[in-house]
């Protein structure tokens, strides 16, 4: 697959675009000449990812077939371990998105816009990031009919109460690591500092990844479900 063509977009020295960061914007990378802007401000940047990295990922796909979305943890933008699987998912026919945990209030706004586009959208989600979606997706419900075809949450944290589905997702698969007090590595510890959801018995399936296997273990987990199934089911038909 050749490399992806970068959007036009002005270019500034990074140094300059971190002073720009704003703390309570989320990161957002998206394909700008294939999808209408978001509504609200957003970063163009990550305090390590550089603005250059992020658009690369992206491009301009004629007949797309579908809308992936790729939602990051706390610190992701640091980490960038949903930022590496965003960079290095590669279906020809999808358009892809990243943005970091910050989201609640882009998504609240943004996702009823992204629905309007008529393509299934299949949304990836980490940690924080996995928790404020789902309040995003709470915010929508009263005002909007939500169209999600498929959401993964990986190990989702957080003290939000996940009680009540949102209507309109007709998939919904949660993969979660497993006795992570018992492998207290760093991510698992910030997991269970965050209060870790575990099982999320309102989804469709629940799977689980024991040690060696961590809460950042993106990769594995998001293997572990059935992602790329329902994805080639789209793409192929």
């Not at 270019?11 to 209408?36: E, I, M, V």
């Not at 009680?163 to 992570?180: A, F, S």
């Not at 018992?182 to 510890?189: A, E, G, T």
């Not at 999320?200 to 990769?219: K, Q």
Request: glycine fraction near 4%.
């Amino acid at each position: 697959m050749p490399h992806s063509q970068s959007p036009q977009i002005q270019d500034k020295p990074t140094s300059r675009l971190y002073a720009y960061l704003h703390p309570f914007s989320p990161t957002l990378f998206y394909p700008l000449h294939s999808l209408p802007a978001p509504t609200i401000p957003y970063n163009p940047c990550g305090l390590k990812i550089p603005y250059t990295t992020g658009f690369d990922a992206t491009k301009h796909i004629s007949n797309p077939k579908a809308i992936v979305i790729f939602i990051g943890g706390f610190c992701d933008t640091i980490m960038r371990a949903v930022f590496r699987e965003f960079v290095g998912f590669k279906a020809e026919s999808c358009l892809k998105i990243y943005a970091s945990f910050k989201s609640r209030s882009l998504f609240a706004l943004w996702l009823p816009i992204l629905m309007e586009q008529n393509l299934p959208i299949f949304v990836i989600t980490h940690s924080w990031g996995a928790s404020n979606f789902y309040k995003a997706l709470c915010d929508i419900q009263s005002s909007h009919h939500i169209s999600l075809h498929y959401l993964l949450t990986l190990d989702p944290v957080g003290f939000t109460s996940h009680t009540r589905r949102p209507n309109g997702i007709r998939l919904w698969e949660n993969v979660y690591i497993k006795n992570k007090a018992k492998n207290l590595r760093r991510p698992n510890i910030v997991a269970l500092i965050g209060r870790a959801w575990n099982k999320v018995t309102i989804s469709d399936y629940n799977a689980f990844l024991d040690s060696p296997y961590h809460h950042a273990s993106i990769h594995q987990m998001i293997q572990d479900s059935h992602f790329y199934e329902e994805l080639d089911n789209i793409i192929k038909a």
